[in-house]
């Protein structure tokens, strides 16, 4: 086998390959990440929770199937976010309420990897009941930026992508409300796609039919994420939002679909953006001219954007979380408590005037599909900024009113729908990773894949990742 930094260097796609053909097995998987985690992970306190122990039994229970029937994964370990049950391994949530909490059952989503060849032997930090876009809890603490760890990873799936930036992980799941796997990916230089709503079922929580709340794939390229994409798919009875497996997906981003015409908004109209990372983006954007593809200066109207999120996401933690309040919240922290309680004084005029507004907005974004194959913005609307902050407050003259707010060019889009990824496109001058989120029809994640794979060759930035963590003076 590759000696243990060689393995963690390669990609998902290189090392399934060899899972498959038996020259790596899964067990030396888990031994080459436990190396490479010894020696990473305290700088940056991605992976706060280990399990290597149950995750050698579920290799040697996989090994004993015939080679080329153990899964899409066929072996490949793999990190699961903290917000996510998995039998017999601490599950926080990123609470103090669940600071000791082992479930007894997987989630459903769990079960769907496992049953595909996926090895788990770690949980990923995440916010506070994955709230907020920078990855700290009072549980395990902060999660920092490999490419500085004096900066934020962003969230709230940062524990996810750091542990693919530094080769802790080759591939890692995450979830995404508000742009929680597009904007780690954008901080960290590693990709993260948020899938249709149903695209990836799991368990339903107190809200059984929510559309803004979605799980999805990280990886450190566009086919290493879609490699964890058609292991995660498939509908179940449990979810009664969830979708047939109908492609592959690693099979669509390697195909030769490329888009005709796209559109390219630095701020979709809603919200302030750093003037470099809106400038990195669009000279990336402009690229998609290389394929043949018209590029345009447009994006649909999503005014409603803000008033539409807030109160459908204080909605969402007043009805997840807000049982919780009475009896801890001195456990919360003040944004959690100030959701709740948002959602709680909220009328029914106002739930209407936003599910009013939500399905406006989703019908113009498929008028705009009509016309664009894809559309084209900033990941996210800032490079990292300090770890030791716990959100932006401020951006380009204008200061943010609540601690999301600054999210809204990913939120935004959630609110439609729509599939988004997040692909590194270029750094700050400073060194600091942007990512350009690339949006499709929903449903349409196949094109968004071969789009974002074409993208990434000709931006020719990869593999800039696994690194070392970094501390600059």
């Keep these: ?49 280990l399990c290597f122990d149950r995750a050698r039994n579920q290799a040697r229970l996989l090994m004993q199937k015939p080679l080329g029937s153990r899964g899409r994964l066929a072996g490949l370990p793999l990190p699961i976010k903290d917000l996510t049950d998995v039998a017999g391994v601490r599950t926080t949530y990123g609470s103090t309420i669940f600071a000791d909490h082992v479930p007894e059952q997987s989630d459903i989503l769990v079960e769907a990897i496992e049953a595909e060849g996926g090895v788990i032997y770690a949980k990923s930090n995440t916010p506070e009941f994955g709230a907020g876009g920078n990855t700290f809890n009072d549980v395990f603490g902060a999660t920092l930026n490999p490419w500085n760890t004096k900066l ?19 591939v890692a799941h995450g979830s995404d409300l508000g742009g929680s796997l597009r904007n780690p990916a954008s901080f960290c230089s590693v990709v993260g796609l948020r899938p249709s709503p149903g695209r990836v079922a799991n368990n339903p929580g107190a809200k059984i039919d929510c559309l803004l709340g979605v799980n999805g794939p990280m990886g450190r390229s566009v086919e290493d994420t879609a ?46 953006v750093d003037p470099e ?34 109160v ?37 005029a106002d739930v209407v005037r936003a599910e009013t507004n939500r399905a406006a907005m989703l019908r113009r974004m498929n008028a705009f599909f009509d ?31 609540n601690y999301f707010e600054w999210l809204a060019i990913a ?13 590194p496109c270029g750094f700050t001058s400073d060194g600091r990773p942007v990512g350009l989120q690339i949006v499709g029809r929903g449903r349409a994640e196949g094109r968004v894949l071969a789009a974002a794979r074409a993208l990434e060759r000709i931006l020719d930035l990869h593999p800039t990742t696994p690194i070392d963590p970094c501390t600059p003076d």
């Design 312 to 348: 459908l996401r204080g909605v969402a933690f007043a009805t997840s979380y807000g049982a919780l309040l009475d009896s801890h919240r001195e456990k919360m922290k003040p944004e959690v408590v100030w959701n709740i309680e948002k959602g709680f004084s909220y009328s029914m």
């Design 411 to 423: 939120y935004a889009i959630s609110l439609t729908a729509s599939p988004a990824l997040s692909l």
């Design 227 to 272: 490699l964890l994409l058609d292991a995660m798919t498939g509908e179940h009875p449990a979810d009664p939002l969830s979708l047939p497996r109908t492609e592959s997906f690693l099979a669509a981003a390697r195909s030769a679909w490329r888009p005709a015409r796209v559109a390219f908004s630095a701020d979709l109209g809603i919200t302030p």
């Design 1 to 49: 086998m590759a000696d243990d930094a060689g393995l963690t260097d390669m990609s998902a796609c290189t090392v399934v390959d060899l899972l498959n053909r038996g020259e790596v097995t899964p067990l030396e998987c888990l031994d080459a990440l436990e190396v490479r985690m010894a020696a990473i992970n305290a700088a940056v306190n991605a992976l706060p929770i």
């Design 371 to 401: 016309t664009y194959d894809l559309l084209l913005c900033p990941a996210t609307i800032v490079a990292a900024y300090p770890a030791s902050e716990r959100y932006v407050k401020e951006c380009a003259g204008y200061s943010f009113p």
């Design 152 to 170: 934020s990873a962003a969230g709230s799936s940062g524990g996810a992508a750091v542990a693919l930036a530094t080769g802790m992980a080759w």
């Design 277 to 310: 990372v809106a400038s990195i983006c669009r000279a990336a954007a402009e690229r998609f001219s290389e394929m043949g593809a018209r590029v345009e200066e447009a994006h649909p109207d999503l005014l409603e954007a803000h008033d539409t999120f807030q």
